[in-house]
């Protein structure tokens, strides 16, 4: 009955949970991988091309899945960290919640995000882009005006970085447009890598020779969110089903166009520029403009919500939490007692990332009173650890009190 009460109560604050609370986001990727260094995980871990240390080198992992699948192969893991860690007289890292969303977003964001950030286009694919989509037609990359040219000169660009580049085109998209239009060329469009490597050009035809070129800056998600309403992105776009126009993409459910590297997402972006400025003008709201590292930013929100293609579903994870053993040490009823703390009314695991922070904090602790229990170290599947989450997530904003309402 009791079971049966919290699945329909699921069933009502699912919709509400799943928006945009479940899914942490990331305050800084680069935060993270300085954290990797701080607490000791580089001791065991690699992450790029060398090779592999103690323990396995975590960007060839390939995951698929949410910011707590990758938390979750940690809690894992756990039991024989824990012993090599012994061994080595290192003490478990604690890890406030912000650590943990830092870190594991630097993870996941290994393989699919960073790499590719740090990938630089080819230039001389780019030069080839540069004349082959008649760029060359309106622009030199000499520093002396060319009067023949109706665009500016494309020589300034030696200290920005490429996507600030992709981002000085989309300011000057409108304006390009028409002139595309009035010489009767069409809006030129960019696939795979295009774009990566004519950024790499203008980057190179721009700077003196032997300079450093600037690196794409990957962004921050959290202030991509801000600048998502800010820019009136939200005006037009529905993120999953919230808010927008209905005759106008969901930028939310974009997994295979925005799972991308930076430069491939900026194109995608310009590819679409034509009909999103004819709608803008139709709505009445200026062409959206950007400055510093806003369009940065805006790409990587729009990375990491589409990330997370799968919400953790509570019903599901209540009865994992009753399969993976929780349920044998944790009440989830307010006032009821247990072995381990009353996971409904615990302090300090206020939101999804806070619990999963607190479940790695207290792994240690959970270990021997689970053998002495003799409950075997659960281990969960990609999609478990974000359900159980959800599940315990939800127990704590409404908590559940048998007494009430039902009976
Ligand atoms: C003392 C060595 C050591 C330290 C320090 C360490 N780990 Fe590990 N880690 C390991 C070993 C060994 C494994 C594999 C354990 C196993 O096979 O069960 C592992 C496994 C993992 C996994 C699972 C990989 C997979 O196959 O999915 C993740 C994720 C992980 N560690 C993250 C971290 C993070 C983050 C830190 C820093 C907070 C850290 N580790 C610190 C030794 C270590
Ligand atoms: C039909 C002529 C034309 C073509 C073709 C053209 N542009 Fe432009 N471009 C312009 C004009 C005109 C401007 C200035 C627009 C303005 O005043 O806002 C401009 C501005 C720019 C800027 C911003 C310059 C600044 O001042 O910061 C960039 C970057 C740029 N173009 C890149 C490109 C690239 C890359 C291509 C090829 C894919 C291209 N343009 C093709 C006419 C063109
Ligand atoms: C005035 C409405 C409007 C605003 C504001 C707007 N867009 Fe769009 N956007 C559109 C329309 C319409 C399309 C579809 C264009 C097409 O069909 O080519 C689109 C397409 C896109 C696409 C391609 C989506 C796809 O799946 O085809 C991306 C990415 C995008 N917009 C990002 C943004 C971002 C980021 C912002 C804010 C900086 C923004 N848009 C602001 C109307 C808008
Ligand atoms: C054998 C008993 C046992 C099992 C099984 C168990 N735990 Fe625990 N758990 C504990 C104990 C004891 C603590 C307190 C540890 C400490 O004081 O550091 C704890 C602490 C926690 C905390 C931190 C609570 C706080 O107050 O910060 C969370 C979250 C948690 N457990 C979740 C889980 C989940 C999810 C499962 C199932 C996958 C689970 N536990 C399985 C005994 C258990």
């Known amino acids: 009955m009791k079971l049966r009460w919290l699945i329909v109560l699921a069933l009502v604050v699912s919709a509400r949970v799943l928006a945009e609370e479940s899914t942490p986001l990331p305050e800084d990727p680069m935060a993270g991988a300085r954290l990797f260094q701080q607490k000791g995980c580089v001791r065991c871990h690699a992450v790029g091309e060398e090779e592999s240390k103690l323990g396995p080198n975590l960007g060839r992992i390939h995951r698929r899945g949410s910011l707590l699948d990758v938390a979750g192969a940690m809690w894992n893991h756990a039991p024989m960290m824990h012993e090599r860690m012994a061994e080595l007289h290192i003490k478990p890292p604690q890890l406030t919640s912000q650590e943990m969303a830092n870190l594991i977003a630097f993870l996941t964001a290994y393989q699919y995000y960073l790499t590719q950030v740090g990938k630089p286009g080819d230039p001389d694919k780019g030069r080839e882009v540069f004349a082959a989509k008649n760029c060359a037609k309106c622009h030199s990359l000499q520093s002396e005006a060319d009067f023949e040219k109706i665009g500016p000169s494309l020589r300034g660009y030696a200290k920005l970085s490429p996507i600030q580049i992709a981002q000085a085109m989309w300011n000057h998209g409108p304006a390009m447009a028409e002139e595309f239009h009035r010489l009767g060329l069409g809006q030129p469009k960019f696939t795979n890598d295009e774009m990566a490597g004519l950024l790499a050009y203008l980057q190179r035809a721009a700077a003196p020779a032997g300079a450093e070129p600037v690196y794409v800056q990957p962004g921050s998600p959290n202030r991509g969110r801000i600048l998502f309403e800010q820019k009136g992105c939200a005006l037009c776009h529905a993120i999953r089903g919230v808010g927008g126009l209905p005759d106008v993409p969901d930028l939310g459910k974009r997994r295979e166009e925005l799972v991308r590297s930076v430069t491939e997402v900026a194109g ?109 170290w659960p281990k969960f599947e990609p999609g478990e650890m974000t359900d159980v989450i959800e599940f315990i997530y939800m127990v704590r904003e409404r908590p559940v009190t048998t007494g009430t309402g039902k009976k």
């Open 268 to 376: 995608f972006m310009w590819n679409h520029g034509v009909a999103m400025w004819d709608k803008m003008r139709e709505r009445q709201v200026p062409a959206v403009k950007f400055e510093k590292n806003e369009m940065a930013d805006i790409i990587s929100y729009l990375y990491f919500i589409n990330y997370f293609d799968k919400p953790g579903d509570p019903a599901r994870g209540i009865t994992l939490f009753a399969r993976k053993g929780c349920a044998q040490c944790h009440a989830v009823t307010p006032g009821t007692k247990s072995l381990g703390p009353n996971l409904s009314t615990a302090a300090g695991v206020g939101s999804p990332i806070e619990i999963i922070a607190a479940m790695w904090n207290h792994a240690q602790a959970m270990e021997p009173a689970m053998r002495a229990k003799g409950v075997p």
